[in-house]
């Protein structure tokens, strides 16, 4: 793909315009280029009064649903931004104008391979929904089921690729121009969101992440995943069963359908370690215009959820990690937070581990002391990130995935019960969940697993001491034949080193007392030995 010229000439008028250049931190280039921002007439006439936050907001904006998403994807980094810039950032909207109907129902046959009308016996032609990704269309399949279909938006893939390959090269040139970028790896953000917009992009996988969490909740009564329509779906159309949920920001419609909401706050929170914990998968895109109520379960309240396009995992070792981090928060140990964090190997610079106890321990210490139903937990974890990023700590994707689930899911749950209290809930599941996973049934169960392995290769035992045996007795040998080899490396190593200079030697004396053709061959050997020595 040629570079975007025109595309990356309009990313710097915006660039200029919101005066951006003067955000950048200290640096010796800093100031030539503000220098070059004025120059340009866009920072002329750019808006006046808003902090950097505000103006690095607009300018996403302005660019385009793909930087506006990464923008939202940056609103959950606290480990490498400024408060500032999130707190702005996190206010970005997603909302694009739809496409035409004609189009949308156009591309949709194109992706069914037949005509709307042999696949669905009503289809409604004004959409739903539009966003940046997709655009969400109502019907009614053939044989009655409701269903809406997610048609992906026309010439959105070199879109896509060509603001990637210009964030890509803005994010090369900031780590060249700025030393200390190395410490929040901007390259390492675009990468990770293209990671991220991919796979939005690819509705087949959005389609494997919702079929298999709709399995496991498949007989829950705390969440429910609609069912994919798997014939009908492809890379860019998804057919999925229609859902008549309330809005989970809708609190009065919820009251009014007889649901507690102090009941489905806290199911909220179970859901949430449930996916983590027991599930190993959770749905990491959980903001309130992805999540319902049924209002059919007031007694038993259940969550209804769409839009599993991203969805984070966490390997075993990482819930491990996940789990000690949390733990040591709960119970005040900083000490093992401290380490915890060290060992994980998320510093890109060396620690000082009594300097990042102390700052963690005054910045925790007070925030524990409030009344736990009034303690929220979300913010307190990004004001671990916060500390974290001073000592040039960053924490991999999955965790800041995970990270932003967690202040959906609170969010959510204390705009509808606010005296939810996420400590009481969550610790005894975490507890559990990690005894489960580390005690002593779950060793025993190992054991009993990999007992027919080792009866297995029992018999092969007493071969294979014998062999290390020798193998330890013949090491000193070994190792005494390796030092005679090197010593001798070595010697010959310094005679071929004073040869050298001795043929150097030589040849400059040939040089400097030039008299007889005696000197000359004397010359050419010395040269000669000097070529074989190096």
Known sequence: MKFPLFRALYVLHIVCYFRLLSALPKHTARTPLVIL???????WFGPKGL??????RLALTALGPIFIKF??????RRDMLPEEWTQALALLQDQVAPFSSEEAMARIERELGQPIGMVFKRFDATPLASASIAQVHSGELNDGTQVVAKI????????????????ATGARWLERLWQDARYFRPSKAVADYQDIIEGELDFLQEADNSEQMRRHFLFSPLLYIPKVHHEF????LLIIDRINGIPVNDIEAIKAAGIDPKTLAERGVQIFFKQVFTHN????DMHPGNIFVNPESAAAPQYMAIDCAIA????????????????AVMREDFEELTNTVIRAGWSTAPIDAVKFERAIRRMIQPMLSQPLDELEFAPLVLQIFDTARRFHIEAPLQYILLLKTLVHIEGLGRSIYPKLDIWSIGRPLLEQRMLEIFGPAATLKKLQQRAPEWLAQLPEMPDKLREA??????QPYQQQQFEQRLQLMQQQQRRKLLLGFGALGLFFTAITQWQSPANVIASAAAAILFWRSL
């Open 233 to 236: 779906s492809t890379e860019r």
């Open 37 to 43: 921002q004025w120059c340009i007439p866009s920072s």
């Open 51 to 56: 902090n950097e936050g505000e103006r690095l």
């Open 312 to 327: 984070g995992r966490l390997s075993q070792a990482d819930l491990m990690l996940l789990g000690k981090l949390v733990l």
């Open 469 to 474: 045996l020798e193998t330890l007795q013949q």
């Open 281 to 284: 998968l959770f749905h990491a």
């Open 152 to 167: 992906r938006r026309p010439g959105l893939a070199p879109i896509v690729k060509r603001d990637l390959a210009l964030m």
């Open 71 to 76: 923008g939202q994807l940056l609103a959950t």
